[in-house]
């Protein structure tokens, strides 16, 4: 029907119907906006954040949009900026897994795009629900987008926001068809990312990648909407964007009907500030001090084994996230994780403060954790990154296995266990009513005739915190 793989899939995203978009979708995307909020005034903290937020504000702008946990508005493309930065800033936001057989590879943070969808439906008016339904929709492209995606390719998988966050923005401003199409072509021309942002020494540059791609992509949706037309073929030329692209095979399955779009089913939120592979791992190291009665001072040695999924074999087998030189590479050291959760017995924002992995006693014990993987761990629980822990000591050994994080559960995410994160990470910089307007305001969405009371109530100056 169509000449380019664009032009279907804007034709598909215009037949989704409200009917389409069901009752439990809803509601899991009520619970991610609540989880994502949470992380974004979390996030104030980090020094990275508050730098991009200074930057912002700085730069004025139209007063459209609400920089989440400040006094500030600003404009479409520097709120999704800002809001992006803060949310992701302390990996502590939700996170998505590709079950392929017996294997599980992590997949991706679909919250990245949540600020632009608050962006774009205050900016337009949107009801509450048309919220909802477009980060449904969201989830939905984002989850395409992946099957694309090669691990340890030369691409970050933040580049597939290209086509996300025109499918967001565009259903919420009502664009045509043909504006739709223009807007993702013109995005994906220029949204690839090098893996750099994630590899190695990780620099403060990982926790505002998407938040770049999401702003960049946010210009080409407003250019498309001025009538700015975009390269149709970027997906299927052989001049376009064919190595982002790199699963050739799946790319039928973009432009498939999207019917009853349940992607974001699949999502999960984290209970711990890191890398999704290492949730199993924190919990299993605090468990371990646990037993220990907090006393490891006559440890010899760690035995660290993890089901052996290819992602965890590449994480174990980095070098420089095994001698993490900076909180964002500390967040993605399995070794530094479980070092500092088995001394602290938790692991919070504040096991990262004072530059804590160069601190003696983690690097000591940091030294003395062998890693391996197991294929039975990963056979007991296929859908996680299950961890077993064992101290070795001189009166003998203990132990401790994990085979699901804290809060997971096959039926979707837990309305209690997202509230109770909310609480816990937001305590310290909000009052307790504060926090209740918050949880109202949008668990209350799905009536709300528009967004403004929900802007209104992230515009509560948040309390005083130290930088991490």
């Known amino acids: 029907m169509f000449e380019t793989s664009i032009e279907t899939l804007s034709h598909e995203l215009a037949s989704i119907t409200s009917d389409e978009i069901a009752a439990p979708q809803l509601e899991q995307a009520s619970l991610l906006l609540l989880d994502t909020i949470g992380c974004a005034i979390a996030g104030r903290q980090d ?212 019917k009853n779009p349940s992607y974001i089913m699949s999502a999960r939120i984290k209970p711990f500030p890191c890398v999704g592979t290492g949730q199993c791992a924190v919990e299993a190291a605090i468990q371990l001090n646990r037993k220990l009665n907090g006393d490891l001072s006559g440890v010899r040695k760690l035995r660290l084994e993890m089901g052996d999924h290819p992602t965890v074999i590449r994480h174990l087998a980095d070098a420089e996230r095994a001698n993490p030189t900076s909180r964002e590479a500390a967040d993605h050291s399995i070794p530094f994780l479980v070092a500092v959760a088995a001394l602290d017995g938790e692991l919070g924002m504040r096991q990262f403060a004072n530059a804590r992995w160069n601190d003696p006693r983690i690097r000591d014990l940091m030294a003395k954790i062998e890693t391996h993987t197991d294929e039975v761990l990963r056979r007991k629980s296929p859908e996680n990154f299950a961890c077993r822990i064992e101290a070795f000591t001189d009166d003998g050994s203990c132990s401790s296995e994990v085979l699901a994080p804290p809060g997971w559960s096959r039926e979707g995410i837990v309305k209690d266990a997202v509230l109770s994160k909310f609480h816990r990470i937001t305590r310290d910089a909000l009052p307790e009513a504060t926090r209740e307007k918050i949880v109202q305001a949008v668990l209350s969405l799905t009536d709300a005739k528009d967004v403004t009371h929900l802007a209104a109530v992230l515009a509560t100056q948040v309390l005083d915190v130290k930088s991490s």
């Open 47 to 258: 020094h990275g954040a508050a730098a991009v937020v200074s930057t912002v504000t700085s730069w004025g702008g139209a007063q459209d949009c609400q920089i989440i946990g400040f006094q500030t508005r600003t404009n479409v493309a520097n709120a999704i900026l800002a809001n992006g930065a803060l949310l992701r800033a302390l990996d502590l936001n939700d996170y998505v897994f590709r079950i392929e057989g017996s294997q599980t590879r992590l997949g991706g943070h679909p919250s990245d795009n949540i600020p632009v969808a608050l962006a774009f439906a205050e900016l337009a008016r949107t009801s509450g629900r048309a919220l909802l339904e477009a980060i449904v929709i969201g989830y939905e492209m984002f989850g395409r987008a992946k099957t694309f995606a090669v691990d340890a390719g030369e691409w970050d998988g933040v580049s597939y926001s290209g086509l996300v966050v025109p499918a967001i923005a565009c259903r919420l401003l009502q664009l045509s068809e043909k504006q739709t199409a223009d807007a993702m072509a013109i995005s994906l021309a220029r949204c690839a990312t090098s893996a750099m942002v994630r590899t190695g020494h990780i620099s403060s540059a990982k926790s505002i990648a998407n938040a770049l791609v999401a702003r960049s992509s946010a210009e080409a949706v407003f250019l498309a909407a001025g009538g700015v037309s975009g390269p149709m073929g970027v997906i299927d030329h052989k001049r376009g964007m064919l190595s982002l692209f790199a699963n050739a095979e799946a790319r039928e399955a973009l432009v498939q009907p999207i």
